[in-house]
Structure formats: C-alpha cells, structure tokens
C-alpha cells in the first residue's frame, strides 16, 4: 500500500487535534507534549509539529520559548473582543448575503435552521459536551446565512472569527438549557434573513452572539478557565 504523502498527513494531525482543542477535549491552557499527541493520534512528529505550528498561526495553540506549546487559554478579555469584531463582521456578511441571495440560498437557510432544531444541543453519553451532530449543522447553519455573501474577504474573516468563538460556545454549553432557547434564536434569524428584513435579521445575529458572552461572563465559566 503506497504511504501517504507528508502532506497530506500534515492535514489530517492538524484537523483532528484542531478538533480536539474546539471540543475542549484539550482543555484551554492545557500542555502539549509532542510525544503524546504522536502516540494517542498515531501520527509522526513531524506531521505533529507542523500541525501545531499551524494551529499557532490560528490562535488556537500558543508557542512558548523552552516550554513548547499548550492550548491557548481563554480570556474574559478576549471573548469581549472576539464577540464585537464577531458581531460586526457577521452582521456585514449577512446584510450582504440578504441583498444578493436567491431562492436557493433562503431554501438552504430554512433547511439547515429546521434540521439543527430537530437535533439535541447535548452528547446524550455526555450532557456536559456539546454533540457533534449539533455542532456540525450549527456550524453549516451560520454558514448557509451568509453563503450568498460576494465578498471573499468579509467571509475569510468570519471564518477566522467563528473558530476562535466556538470553544468558548462549547464552554456555555451546560448553562444553555437552562438561560437560553437557541431554537427560536436560531428561528428568529433565519425568518428575518428569508424575509430580506436587513436591520431585523442584523439585529438578531448581534443578539444571538451577545447572549452567549453575557451567560459566559456572568457565570463566570470563562475565569475558572482562564490559564
């Protein structure tokens, strides 16, 4: 059987310790010894290293001079900052996809924003986790609101900017059940975006966004986790 290119095993040591860390399986501020990573992944040290090093470029793994790297930490600093510069540039994609979507791209919102409320928020072998069936169509929910955005750079951004978000969402998860009705938030949005109600459908992406930093910070989740 021919081996896998360098490359290509590059990419796969990245995507699954990315996974691991938006999962918080690797708990933020967490060490990351190289060997280990090797062993429980099975994949070289170099493919491992160059994983990480990719990772760092993202923010999602902090390199630290002759201590070697650990899982970036979360910050309540940082998830103020992340949340407006989220909400804007979000805000900008979905205003822009309102104005040039079509029929598909509103069949698309409607789909996605009806299978996330059929699927369950929690792991059902771990209600403190989020279940990654929900977090996949969550993901392709936000995704579906703006995939009629023209603009490659707004989007590259928002990218960047729901990565860096999604571990703190994962977070705030044993408090959503109780503080929040994500299914008619996720509703709200997507009738206002269907409806082509820019200022509606803008006005609830900010909420959506703001309510989880809110229950986060007054929680205080995120200071237990600050590394």
């Known amino acids: 059987m021919a081996r896998p290119e ?6 796969e040591a990245y995507a699954r310790i990315r996974a691991e860390i938006l999962a918080c399986r690797l708990a933020p501020g967490q060490k990351l010894i190289i060997s280990d990573l090797c062993e429980e992944f099975e994949f070289s040290l170099g493919a491992v290293r160059e994983a990480l090093a990719r990772l760092t470029s993202e923010g999602l793994v902090v390199s630290e001079p002759r201590k070697g790297f650990r899982v970036a930490p979360i910050t309540e600093a940082e998830l103020r900052d992340i949340t407006r510069v989220r909400a804007t ?13 079509d029929l598909r791209w509103e069949t698309n919102i409607v789909a996605t924003e009806f299978e996330l409320s059929r699927l369950s928020l929690q792991d059902p072998a ?5 279940s990654e069936a929900w977090a996949e ?10 995939a009629a955005c023209d603009s490659p ?5 928002r990218e960047l900017l729901f990565i860096q978000s ?8 044993p408090l959503d059940r109780a503080k929040r009705d994500l299914v008619s938030e996720h509703r709200e949005i997507a009738d206002a975006a269907v409806s082509r109600d820019v200022e509606k459908a803008t006005a609830a992406i900010r909420a959506h966004l703001e309510r989880t930093t809110r229950i986060l910070i ?9 590394g």
């Open 89 to 101: 540039i979000e805000s900008l994609c979905l205003e822009n996809a309102i104005n040039n979507g």
């Open 166 to 173: 999604e571990r703190y969402r994962r977070v705030s998860v």
């Open 137 to 146: 169509v969550h993901k392709r929910f936000h995704e579906a609101l703006v």
């Open 6 to 11: 360098s490359g290509s095993l590059t990419a």
């Open 153 to 157: 750079w707004l989007l590259r951004l």
């Open 218 to 226: 007054e929680s205080d989740v995120v200071k237990a986790h600050e």
């Open 126 to 130: 771990d209600p403190a986790r989020v």
